[in-house]
């Protein structure tokens, strides 16, 4: 039960970052006319972020079922 609730803080928070990271005051900052490798920086900086949080909320999510033997989910 305490391990539900630390992930749901944790995504919680993951949210709010998530809404910093991609609300106005920030995404003006990398609205400029420049590009890195041909990509313009707003939309390099969008990915990054969108990216970071998919991986951080994979991380967050995952479980650890170590030392339980592995599932048979073939059908008999």
């Not at 005051?25 to 490798?37: E, K, Y």
């Not at 972020?49 to 650890?64: D, E, P």
């Amino acid at each position: 039960m305490q391990r539900n609730v630390m992930r749901s803080q944790r995504l919680v928070f993951l949210f709010m970052v998530g809404y910093l990271l991609l609300n106005y005051p920030l995404l003006f900052l990398f609205d400029v006319p420049q590009a890195i490798w041909g990509i313009p920086l707003l939309y390099g900086y969008i990915f990054l972020v969108w990216a970071m949080l998919i991986a951080l909320a994979g991380v967050i999510t995952g479980t650890r079922e170590s030392g339980l033997p592995p599932r048979n989910t073939e059908s008999k």
